[in-house]
């Protein structure tokens, strides 16, 4: 398996930094933050996409995906959704990134069948230009669909192999699932892992990756057992906790315990 981290941990870092940090600590990728507070979103033009590309390409990184905010089971017109996905795979495709990252963001008031519905029908369809541009469209275990199964009720009407599932651990554990349960809903669209620690359910303050209550090494070795050989990406969410700890300062330590982990389970 690579691992890359986000750079939620790292707001509004200067890409250049960033991709020191990821060398410097031997991270083979980078989950860009989609958005305007970042270096990197769909507002930039076409010279600065070539620059971002060719930065990352000369440090031998790789630009693992873009984690856009499209809530795709959200009630309201398709259009405004759609227009925000194809911006995401336009830029995925111009920085080479494989993945673009949508939530589920369905409403509390919403039935679960309308909220699956609606996210499925915008997936199908944002799916034939994602095919175009060769980006795949991964639907966060977040939110209103925080397990695997809940995210495989949409995926399953979904059927395109341009749309998949990203993991992200802490909410299917929130949500009740086994690291099994969720692999076993997830593995036949999951695009990538995203791992984190907190302290609680309680307190979803990011720490230091093994100094938590998540399930990490059940996760790696699920994968492992299976024969999954993708990525593990840090989403350490600084963005939200201005009191947790810098991640710089972690990245090396953080590295350390994912490899740990893969090693043991190996």
Known sequence: MKLA????GVPGLPLSDVLRLADAHGYHGVELRAHPEEPVHPGIGAGERADVAAGFKAAG???LGLAGYARVAAPGDDEPVLAE???LLDLARDLGAPYIRVFPGGAPDQRPEDADATAARRLGTAAEYAADVGVRILLETHDSHRTGAEAIRVLGLVGHRHVGSLWDVMHTWLGGEQPSESYAALSPFLGYV???DIASADDT???PLGAGVLPLAECVEVLSRHGWDGWLCWEYEKRWYEAAAPLPDLLGAGHDHL????NESA
């Open 5 to 8: 981290f986000s750079t939620l």
């Open 61 to 63: 990184v790789e630009v």
């Open 85 to 87: 996905i194809r911006a």
């Open 194 to 196: 995203q791992v984190k």
């Open 205 to 207: 303050t990011p720490l």
């Open 259 to 262: 490899a740990r982990l893969l």
